[in-house]
């Protein structure tokens, strides 16, 4: 088929834009034409930190056909590049703030037309962390035009049908990590060291986790990620008030591809302490360093983390769950038996599934 991709590819940073580029490169090795149509100006407001990728440098291979044209300074652009997709067999949309997309996805399928090509969307999050009334009206208008919609969880599935009544399917988010991670062998000494690798915004909870590792002495932590709005002076303030300025180190900032490997090299294991959650690949991120997962039992993260088998899992929000489990996890013999069971990522068969999903 002849597909087109609406969504961010490089040099915007981050997993979204790394997951549009990898699936442009399997629906291409599956038989399919492809393109791209990314974003040169994507957002209509100031943005709370970086866009793009700090050095200029691709994370994952570059997709040839990859063209950044839409802008938010432009949207007579939206239903321009709508037109010239007419021909197309399949438009796929990645979806995962409605604000910013709702207009784009709307005016790009009105475009289209209804005899045009199929519409799918593609759900990284339904509705944004901090959803709106906004939000929420302009997922539903969406949602009821498209054809078929992609989650990546039943949990999302639920979330999606109080929206609409358009086709569903899931498909498991597989794995389209950064670099060329390869799995770490840690030699069993524990380090007493634990790491949050990721953005940092509220929904993380890693207020939850300062209020937890004050419960485990001796524990280190670091927190390495770009902090989200005023996430980092809040940070900075509780980890003050609990004491924990000698066993808590922040690393604010983008991390590069080529910087995280040392960062799970010297971790005892991955802490996830999510509020909410819908697909991640933070836990295949863990895996692949070699490195168990601590996690909250929401979204994606239940089902991907086995608990008491090469991960601990948790009740989200709560302080005393997750110190227990920080506390367990150090018992004689439990991390290296929750080390030793970490599964082996390997994300092919989980392409074709996703592949399939999208294109049968």
Known sequence: MKIAIVGPTHPYKGGIPQHTTALAHHLQTAGHQVTIVGWKHQYPFFYPGVQFVPDGKPELPLFHDSKRVLSWRNPAGWAAWARRLRKYDEVIFAWFVPTIQGPVVLTMMKALGKSGPKKVILCHNIVSHSASGPDKTLTKLAFSRADEILV????????????????????????????????????????????????????KGIDVLLKALAQAPDITLTIAGEMWGKQQANLEALIQELNLEKRVTLQPGYVPADQIAPLFEKADAQVLPYRKATGSQMVDMAFTHGVPVIASRTGSLGTQVRDGIDGLLVEPESVQALAAAIKHFYEAGVAQKLSSNIPQVSSENDWQAYVAALTN
Not at 153 to 166: D, G, I, L, M, N
Not at 167 to 179: D, N, T
Not at 182 to 202: D, E, S, T
């Open 152 to 203: 990546h969880s039943e949990a999302q599935a639920e979330q999606v049908r109080a929206f609409t009544s358009t086709l569903i399917k899931i498909a498991k988010l597989p794995a389209h990590l950064p670099g060329q991670p390869q799995q770490i062998k840690h030699n069993g000494a524990l380090r007493q060291h634990l790491l949050f690798f990721g953005l940092v915004r509220k929904y």
